[in-house]
């Protein structure tokens, strides 16, 4: 499913994830070595599945240099619910909790839409990791933002095209 990635930095990591993968059992996170990806660290995010009282949550285990400087800000630590708010809160902690209940990667593409309607637009893959190899506890995430069209994103088969309150995506799980 690598050829549904179209961007080589999501497809390295895709590719690396899938290596790691045995039959039937997901990745844990002792399995991701920093040293067989350095080039990959800085877009790289892990994000910790937390079960609380007020339900699931997650947590930013490590967000990477490059996305802490686009982003403006390190989330390192904290609460994804206590970083960012409305739709895209809505929109990440979907594709997160997507990934978690199916333990299958997922590629995603989204535009926001601001009041200048300015063409940025983001594509990601967030891969499931399991210290047991079923039950997944976090996830390794990694994100390219990009400016210009967003392009024909529903000729992805098997894709489903959304507009979630601000956001138009694609989401693919992969298989």
Known sequence: MSNTIENPVLRKVYEYWTGKRTEGRLPSRADIDPL??????PKIMLTDVVETDRGRRHRYRLVGTKTTAQFGMDATGQFIDDVIDGSYLAFVTGLLDMA???GSPIYSRSRNYTEQDADMWAERVMLPLADDGVTVNIVLG???LHTGDLGQIE????AQKKRNGEIEHT???LR
């Open 36 to 41: 067989e990806i350095p080039d990959l660290l």
């Open 100 to 102: 978690v209940d199916t």
């Open 142 to 144: 990694c994100q390219e």
């Open 155 to 158: 000729t992805i088969q098997g």
């Open 171 to 173: 989401t693919v799980v």
